[in-house]
Structure formats: C-alpha cells, structure tokens
C-alpha cells in the first residue's frame, strides 16, 4: 500500500497553529457557529487524560533525553499524560516495554526503536487492540498511524557543507586533499547510517578534504572524547571533526579544548542535532572559546518538541490519515556563515514513501 505523505509542511507541522490562529482575538467568527464569538467557544477536552507512553534507546543522549522531558511537557499542557521508559539501546528491552504499554492502556505509544523490523508484530498487536503507534525517526515498512521523520541524508550534507563553509574563510588556498577530518559516527541503526553516510560522501566530494579518521558506535560524549584522543594520538593536525549528532561535538570539543598545544582557530566540529548546550558551545566558538561550530536545528527554541506534540494530537484526532509523514524542519545554527538550502515544502512534496 502506498503511504501518504505531506504536501505541505503546513499540513505535517502547523495543523494545531493554524486552529490556534482561528481563534485568537482578531474578532473573526467562530468555524463551529458564526454567531459564536471566539471567547464564548467550548475548550477542546478531546485529549484530556490520554495517555502517551515513549521508550526512547537510550535516556543517556542528551537530545533523546530533551525529547522524552519536552514532548512530555507539551503534551501535558494539551490534558494529556507521558511515561517514559529507558530502552537501554537493548530490542528486548523495547518489545517488553512495548508490551507494557499496551497493558496499561495507552492511547498512543512514540515507537523509536533500535530494530524497527523487529516492532512490526507487537506494532500490529497494539494497533488491533485500539492503541495508535507513532514511528519517531523511522519509517518502517509495515503499517502505523503516523511517523515523524528527521532526514537524515540532507542533515548529513548540512554537517559536511557547514565544515566546508568554514574551510573556504579559514583556510581559504587549501590544495586538494590537505584538510584532514575525522568522522565520529553512529551505524548501528539505519536512519544513523543514512547520516553518518551522507556526511562521509559530502565531505569527500569536497577535494580539499582528506578522511583520515572513522570511529563508529560513539553513544556519548565519553566515548567521543576517547575516540578524539585516540585520534589526536596519530593526526594532532586534524582540522575538521564531523559528528553524528552532538554528544560527539561535545567529547571531541572537551578533549581538544584541554590541549595547549592545538591551534584551536584551526580546528572545527560540525554535529547533526542540538540542545542547549549545544548552542552555547557554537556561541562560544565565536572566539575559539569552543571548536564547535555548528549543529544542526529542527527549528527555533523548541519548535521540535511542539511539532510532535502536535503531530501526536493530530493522530488522536483522526485529523490524518494512516501512515502520514510528519516531517521536522531543519536549519544550522552556526558562526561560520552557513545557510541551508534545504526547502521543507518542496521535500515534502516530493516524498514518496515505501510501498
């Protein structure tokens, strides 16, 4: 069966805005009785004791942990309730808590597991006893009721293109091959290898860049200062570091930071997703206070987190059909003068899912 898709990121995001809109004080009449003023309008109670429930892979990842912290926070102001249960990057650990989920009734469980094949028959048991199932970053083959896509081939190539932006200012007469990066990467789930892949192909089809260094399963910001030493250990004229997400930036950024002997103005890390931290590393990079110069954004503050919540109220509702696609935004915060190209409409225009 062919999935819908989104023709308007108007439609896969801003649904719930757009009602907002309808009825704010600007005095136009009310969709529901045009004698109705907007003040006199019944609250919508539709979502009022639903429960959501969420075990992300890990609660250790500082943006998976804002994820599970702020969607619970804006589903809540919505009437609705969240419990969150840690996956320990372990499936086993998913499928029964999965289980669970369906036991305690929930009215939609946020499915983001480490083998999304491995859901499809607890997916079909939860949705046969009247459960929704929302895919958070995959999009799985079987049916659900929605999933909220990130994309990541185009953060990939704003990771390598942020590096490469950087490299035209500050080494501006670089000769092919001369800038050495070092990747530190995810490839044990495929949505992460999609990323770490097109992070890998963008920065190569620059010829100025030369990958000298690759490690993979980088969980934390522990395992990416580890990492980052070992690879200081060979290249201490290593200039670029491009991540996976940014608990990478953040563990290669601590290590280089605490080395006197590195030119920190000639060094940069490029990351694929962001929190608060995350944006005052990039602020501090300003003045070489920090190397991390760019992560990339799903939009302003907290827009992310709001756009599942509204992407959840919107599948409670029956507002879309099954297997929409609901896609985040994505943008690049950065002192390097970097601007995405990336056109959300017309992407998701173009999407088509499989069959």
């Known amino acids: 069966m062919k999935k819908w898709f989104s023709l308007l990121l108007a439609t896969a995001l801003f649904i719930s805005c757009a009602a ?30 639903k429960l959501i429930t969420y075990c992300p892979p890990t609660l250790g990842d500082a943006f998976l942990a804002s994820t599970a912290e702020k969607v619970k926070q804006y589903v809540g102001e919505m009437g609705m309730d969240m419990q969150v249960a840690e996956g320990e990057f372990n499936i086993s650990v998913q499928l029964q808590a999965f289980e669970n989920f369906i036991s305690m009734g929930s009215d939609l469980i946020i ?98 860049c030369t990958v000298v260094f690759e490690k993979y399963s ?45 030119d920190k103005s000639k060094i940069a890390c490029f990351g694929g997703n962001i929190t608060e931290t995350g944006y005052t590393l990039v602020d501090q990079s300003a003045t070489d206070e920090s190397v991390v110069r760019g992560l990339v954004t799903f939009g302003d503050g907290d827009t992310y987190y709001q756009d599942i919540a509204d992407a959840i109220a919107q599948i409670l509702r029956d507002e879309v059909p099954e297997n929409n696609a609901f896609f985040a935004r994505h943008e690049a915060y950065n002192t390097v003068g970097y601007v995405s190209t990336f056109d959300p409409v017309e992407y998701a225009a173009s999407y088509v899912d499989k069959t």
């Open 20 to 49: 907002c809109s309808q009825n704010n004080d600007s005095g136009q009449a009310s969709k529901l009785d045009p004698a109705i003023s907007p003040s006199d309008e019944m609250p919508d109670t539709s979502l009022e004791g």
């Open 111 to 208: 499915c983001q597991p480490v083998d999304v094949g491995a859901m499809e028959p607890v997916v079909t048991e939860a949705r046969a006893n009247g459960v929704k199932v929302m895919f958070l970053a995959d999009d799985p083959t079987f049916d659900c009721d929605g999933y909220f896509l990130s994309v990541d081939t185009v953060q990939g190539r704003m990771v390598a293109e942020m590096a490469s932006t950087w490299i035209d200012t500050t080494f501006p007469d670089a000769a092919d091959g001369e800038i050495k990066v070092a990747i530190l990467g995810i490839n044990d789930r495929p949505s992460a290898l999609d990323r770490c892949n097109a992070i890998k192909e963008s920065i190569e089809s620059d010829s100025r």
């Open 218 to 262: 980088i969980s934390d910001t522990v395992e990416a200062q580890t990492a980052m030493d070992e690879c200081l250990t060979m290249y201490q004229d290593i200039n670029v570091i491009l991540s996976f997400d940014e608990n990478g930036c953040i563990g290669a950024n601590a290590r280089i930071m605490s080395d006197a002997g590195l």
